[in-house]
Nanobody, 122 residues
């Protein structure tokens, strides 16, 4: 599966952004999906993940209550709605697909999008 992330940009603290990740391939619904981010000078970190049927979602503590992950299997799309953004949310955001189980661990994801930059100004 090929992934293409979009929707990043520059926003003021307290604002919102909506990231989209479009996937190619007819087996999209068989993949668990995740969002990860890499802040400047730091390691890639888990943000959110969603199970294949969309019924289970998982979030990093730092974004819980502010970010929402969802998927539309008919449109081969996974969305990350980000509200109440903070400067510490500044990072390159990546979407990823895992053909087995939903996970918080980046190494378990087989497919990655190219990343989209999110910058939150204070």
């Amino acid at each position: 599966v090929q992934l293409q992330a979009s929707g990043g940009g520059l926003v003021q603290a307290g604002g919102s952004l909506r990231l989209s990740c479009a996937a190619s391939g007819r087996t999209f619904s068989t993949y668990a999906l995740g969002w990860f981010r890499q802040p400047p000078g730091k390691e890639r970190e888990f943000v959110a993940a969603i199970s294949r049927n969309g019924r289970s979602t998982f979030y990093a503590d730092s974004v819980k209550g502010r970010f929402t992950i969802s998927r539309d299997n008919a449109k081969n799309t996974v969305i990350l709605q980000m509200n109440t953004l903070k400067p510490e949310d500044t990072a390159v955001y990546f979407c990823a697909a895992d053909p087995t189980v939903v996970s918080r661990i980046a190494a378990e994801y087989d497919y990655w999008g190219q990343g989209t930059q999110v910058t939150v100004s204070s």
